[in-house]
């Protein structure tokens, strides 16, 4: 079962273009995150939201928190060529042991 | 070492064949996982150790498919009679402590199973 709908699957934009990628789910989560992958390397963590409503932003990136703790947006101001690479999202439950349920990703392509 | 580490970095294996994943966490960190990550599919939970506590398998697909964690650092996935099906990149990653959101991820071993 995927609990964590992520959307777009595939991205490719142009430089300096602005882009949101969704994640979304029924589920309450305790906390989410948005990691970054490049080929070859695991994820890296990018931003832990943790409140509802909450907005990060990380340079050119802002996350948000749902109100109600079940969705989460990234958005990117003016994409760089170094910002391709696949963005996960990962939310953890309420409660029990600390177990992520990882989105499928979307996969950014940035064209200079 | 500053990082995960993982090896092997690549391994290609035949159909029926049984083989050794090994990770190394960061040193001291209290809760090693194990994902597997196929095209499309995104992070798939496996294993997940926390400190002296019993492992949580649940996300083992089957049970050709096992872990251990030794002294409560280098970890082991052992897949015996691999299938054309296990083929992905399998993931490492260690938390410091429990309660910690940041996870450390390796690099990952793509395994091929022909």
């Known amino acids: 079962t995927q609990l964590l709908e992520q959307s777009p699957q595939f991205l490719s934009i142009q430089e300096g273009e602005n882009l949101t990628v969704y994640c979304n789910s029924s589920?309450?989560?305790?906390?989410l995150q948005w990691y970054r992958q490049e080929p070859g390397e695991g994820p890296v963590l990018l931003v832990t939201?943790?409140?509802?409503?909450e907005v990060k932003k990380l340079k050119r990136l802002t996350f948000q928190f749902g109100d109600a703790r079940k969705d989460s947006s990234l958005h990117i101001t003016a994409a760089q060529p170094g910002d391709t690479g696949l963005y996960l999202c990962a939310g953890v439950p309420v409660g029990g042991s600390y177990i992520p349920t990882f989105g499928r990703g979307t996969s950014l392509i940035v064209h200079p | 070492g500053a990082g995960v580490s993982q090896s092997p970095s690549n391994k290609v294996t035949e159909k029926g064949k049984d083989v050794e994943l090994r990770c190394d966490p960061i040193s001291g960190h209290t809760a090693l996982y194990w994902y597997r990550q196929s095209l499309g599919q995104g992070l798939e939970f496996l294993i997940y150790f926390q400190g002296n506590s019993a492992p949580d398998k649940s996300g083992l697909p089957s049970d050709r498919f096992s872990a251990e964690r030794t002294g409560g650092s280098v970890s082991t996935l052992t897949i015996q009679r691999t299938q054309q099906e296990d083929s992905a990149v399998y993931l490492c990653?260690?938390?410091?402590?429990?309660?910690?959101?940041?996870?450390?991820f390796g690099p990952g071993t793509r395994l091929t199973v022909l």
């Open positions: 589920s309450v989560f305790s906390s």
């Open positions: 939201v943790v409140t509802g409503g």
């Open positions: 990653a260690s938390r410091r402590l429990a309660g910690e959101d940041t996870q450390y």
